[in-house]
C-alpha cells in the first residue's frame, strides 16, 4: 500500500480538501484515457491542449488525486496545487516509483546523445556493472531493446522504465536530455550525478524560438537535474562549450572538461585509420600528467567526441581513468550512426547516419571524407513538422561539402514533401532532387563507382518512415542493400 498522505508529505505544495488522504495510490497518469481507480493524475497545459480540461473525465475514471495550478478546477479529488506542476508531478512520481538505478548519468546536446549514452553504458556493461540506456533508440540493455517512441520518453514512462530497471538488477543508467524532455520536466525527480554536454547547433527552432531559449532548455539540466553535489562533464571544443563551463561552474558542479581544449581528458592528437581512429588522450595528474593512446574502432571526429564524453561521465562516477581508456578500444558501433550498411556491386561502401541537422550533416560528411578515394555522394531530406529554418541550411552544408548531393524525402508526417525538398534544395546549388527515399537510394547507390562513398543521412536507426499519420515500414540500411544487390 502507498498512502497518499506518506506520499505528499513535506511537498512543497497546497493540497485541498475533496478526497481521502489514506486512499491507496495505484498509480500515475498524465493522460486521462491512462487513469484508472487510484491514480494521481497530472493536469497540465500542453501545445496542442490544456490537460486541465481533462480533470473530470479523469476523476471519473478514478483519478484520487490532480497535481495542477491553483487556477485549475478541481471537483472530487484531492488537488495539489503548484504554479509549476510538471516539475511537482514528477517529485511526487519519483517518490511512488523509487527506488531507481544507483548511479545515472544525463546527457544533452543537439546531437550525440543518442550515441553517447549507449558508448557510456557499453563502458559500464564492460566494467562489470548491470548498465542500461533510455533514449531515442528505447531502454537499452545487454539483452534487450524497447522502444519508447520518444528521445525522452513522458515522466511517468521515464520513472515506470527506471524503477522497472533497478528490479531488473541494473545499477548504472544513462540516459539523454532531449531540451523537449527538459523543458516539460519529462526525466526529474530521480538522483542524477552527472550531466553530459556534447554541443549546441542549430535544431527545434520551431519549439524553442531562438537559440538562447535553446540553450536555456538544455542548461536546466545543470542547473536543476542534476544533484547540487554532482559533475558536469562538458565537451570543450563546442562554441558554446565555455558559456557551459561557466554556468555549471556558477553552479558549484565539479567539471570534467573533454576534448581538444579539454582539461580532464585532452585529446592531443587524432589519427583516422582505416577501420577507426587512434586517440592520444592527455590526463593531468602528478609528474606532469600521462598519455594514453586508444585505438577507437569506430570512424569520425564526432563519434571521437561521444566517446570521450561516455568515458567522461563514467569516470566522473566512479570510473578507473586507465581502465576506462582501455576499454576504449573495444566499444561496439552505435545502431544508424556511421553505420556502414552494405559494399555496392560496383564497390562502394553505403554508410547509414542519422544525421538530421545541418551540424550533423556537416559532421557526417566530414568523418567519411579520409575515408574517401572518389567520390562523396551525400542523400537526405528533412523531417515534417519539425524546424523549417535548418532545410536550406542542410542543403548548403552538403553541398559546399559533398562531391555529389541528392535531395530527397525524411519523414514528411503532415507536410507535402515537394515543399520540404523544395525548401532544402533552395540552399542546395547543384543538388538532384529525387522524390520518394527508395527511388533515390537506388539512383545513389548506382551512381556510385569503386572509390566513391555514399551517406544516407537523416534516418539512421528508424524503421520507419512517417507519412501523414501513417508509420510505413523503412529501414535505410535494409533498403540500401536491396539497392546494393
Ligand atoms: C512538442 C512536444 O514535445 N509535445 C509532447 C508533449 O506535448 P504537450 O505537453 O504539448 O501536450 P499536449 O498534447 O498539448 O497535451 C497536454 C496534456 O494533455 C494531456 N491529454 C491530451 C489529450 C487527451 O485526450 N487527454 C490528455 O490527458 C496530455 O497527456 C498532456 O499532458 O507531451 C506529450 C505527452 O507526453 C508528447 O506526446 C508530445 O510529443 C509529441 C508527440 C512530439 O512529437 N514530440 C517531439 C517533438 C519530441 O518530444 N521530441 C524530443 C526531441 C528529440 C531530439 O532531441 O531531437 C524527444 O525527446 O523525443
Ligand atoms: N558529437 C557530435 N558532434 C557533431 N555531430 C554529431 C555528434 N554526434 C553525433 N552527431 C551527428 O548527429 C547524428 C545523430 O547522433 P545521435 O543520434 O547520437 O544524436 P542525438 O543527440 O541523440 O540526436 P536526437 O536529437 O535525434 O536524439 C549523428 O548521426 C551524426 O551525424
Ligand atoms: N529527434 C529528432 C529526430 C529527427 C529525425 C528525422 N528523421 C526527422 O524525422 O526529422 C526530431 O524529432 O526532430
Ligand atoms: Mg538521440
Given at each position: 500500500m502507498t498512502r497518499l498522505a506518506g506520499l505528499i508529505e513535506g511537498l512543497d505544495a497546497v493540497v485541498s480538501d475533496g478526497g481521502a488522504l489514506d486512499a491507496n495510490v495505484t498509480g500515475f497518469a498524465i493522460d486521462n484515457r491512462k487513469v484508472a481507480p487510484g491514480t494521481v493524475f497530472g493536469a497540465f497545459q500542453g501545445l496542442r491542449v490544456n490537460g486541465e480540461d481533462y480533470i473530470a473525465d479523469a476523476v471519473k475514471s478514478g483519478a484520487i488525486a490532480v497535481v495542477a495550478r491553483p487556477e485549475a478546477k478541481v471537483e472530487g479529488a484531492i488537488h495539489i496545487a503548484h504554479a509549476n506542476p510538471r516539475r511537482l508531478f514528477a517529485q511526487l512520481a519519483a517518490r511512488y516509483f523509487t527506488p531507481f538505478p544507483d548511479v545515472t548519468v544525463a546527457v544533452t546536446g543537439t546531437n550525440g546523445k543518442t550515441s553517447t549514452v549507449e558508448l557510456t553504458r557499453q563502458l559500464w556493461r564492460m566494467m562489470g556493472h548491470h548498465a542500461a540506456s533510455i533514449g531515442t533508440l528505447g531502454v537499452t540493455t545487454s539483452v534487450d531493446q524497447v522502444s519508447t517512441g520518444l528521445t525522452t520518453p513522458d515522466i511517468v514512462t521515464f520513472l515506470s522504465n527506471m524503477s522497472g530497471l533497478r528490479r531488473e538488477g541494473i545499477t548504472h543508467a544513462a540516459f539523454e536530455a532531449s531540451s523537449h524532455g527538459l523543458a516539460q520536466y519529462r526525466t526529474e525527480g530521480l538522483p542524477v550525478l552527472a550531466g553530459g554536454f556534447t554541443n549546441l547547433s542549430r535544431d527545434h527552432l520551431d519549439y524553442h524560438g531562438d537559440m538562447d531559449s535553446y540553450f536555456d532548455a538544455k542548461m536546466r539540466l545543470f542547473d536543476e537535474v542534476v544533484g547540487a553535489d554532482g559533475a558536469a562533464v562538458v565537451w570543450a571544443d563546442d562554441a558554446w562549450s565555455d558559456k557551459v563551463i561557466a554556468r555549471v561552474t556558477k553552479r558549484g558542479l565539479r567539471v570534467l572538461s573533454v576534448g581538444v581544449q579539454g582539461q580532464a581528458l585532452r585529446l592531443a592528437n587524432r589519427t583516422p585509420t582505416q577501420l577507426g581512429q587512434t586517440l592520444e588522450i592527455e590526463v593531468p595528474g602528478e609528474a606532469g600528467g600521462k598519455l594514453y593512446k586508444v585505438n577507437?574502432?569506430?570512424?569520425?571526429?564526432?563519434?571521437?567526441?561521444?566517446?570521450?564524453?561516455?568515458?567522461?561521465?563514467?569516470?566522473?562516477?566512479?570510473?578507473?581513468?586507465?581502465?576506462?581508456?582501455?576499454?576504449?578500444?573495444?566499444?561496439?558501433?552505435?545502431?544508424?550512426?556511421?553505420?556502414?550498411?552494405?559494399?555496392?556491386?560496383?564497390?562502394?561502401?553505403?554508410?547509414?547516419?542519422?544525421?538530421?541537422?545541418?551540424?550533423?550533416?556537416?559532421?557526417?560528411?566530414?568523418?567519411?571524407?579520409?575515408?574517401?578515394?572518389?567520390?562523396?555522394?551525400?542523400?537526405?531530406?528533412?523531417?515534417?513538422?519539425?524546424?523549417?529554418?535548418?532545410?536550406?541550411?542542410?542543403?548548403?552544408?552538403?553541398?559546399?561539402?559533398?562531391?555529389?548531393?541528392?535531395?530527397?524525402?525524411?519523414?514528411?508526417?503532415?507536410?507535402?514533401?515537394?515543399?520540404?525538398?523544395?525548401?532544402?534544395?533552395?540552399?542546395?546549388?547543384?543538388?538532384?532532387?529525387?522524390?520518394?527515399?527508395?527511388?533515390?537510394?537506388?539512383?545513389?547507390?548506382?551512381?556510385?563507382?569503386?572509390?566513391?562513398?555514399?551517406?544516407?543521412?537523416?534516418?539512421?536507426?528508424?524503421?520507419?518512415?512517417?507519412?501523414?499519420?501513417?508509420?510505413?515500414?523503412?529501414?535505410?540500411?535494409?533498403?540500401?542493400r536491396e539497392c546494393a544487390g
Open positions: 577507437l574502432p569506430l570512424i569520425g571526429a564526432y563519434q571521437a567526441a561521444n566517446a570521450l564524453t561516455a568515458a567522461g561521465l563514467v569516470i566522473a562516477t566512479g570510473g578507473d581513468t586507465a581502465k576506462v581508456l582501455e576499454l576504449l578500444g573495444r566499444v561496439q558501433p552505435v545502431r544508424g550512426r556511421l553505420e556502414r550498411a552494405v559494399i555496392s556491386k560496383a564497390g562502394a561502401p553505403v554508410y547509414v547516419d542519422y544525421a538530421h541537422t545541418p551540424d550533423g550533416l556537416r559532421a557526417a560528411i566530414e568523418a567519411l571524407r579520409p575515408h574517401t578515394k572518389g567520390r562523396l555522394i551525400a542523400l537526405f531530406g528533412a523531417g515534417g513538422d519539425r524546424d523549417v529554418g535548418k532545410r536550406p541550411l542542410m542543403g548548403q552544408v552538403a553541398a559546399e561539402l559533398a562531391d555529389h548531393v541528392i535531395v530527397t524525402d525524411d519523414n514528411p508526417r503532415s507536410e507535402e514533401p515537394s515543399t520540404i525538398r523544395a525548401a532544402v534544395m533552395a540552399g542546395a546549388t547543384g543538388a538532384q532532387e529525387i522524390g520518394g527515399r527508395r527511388a533515390a537510394i537506388a539512383a545513389a547507390i548506382a551512381q556510385a563507382g569503386a572509390d566513391d562513398i555514399v551517406l544516407l543521412a537523416g534516418k539512421g536507426h528508424e524503421q520507419g518512415q512517417i507519412i501523414g499519420d501513417r508509420v510505413l515500414p523503412f529501414d535505410d540500411v535494409t533498403v540500401a
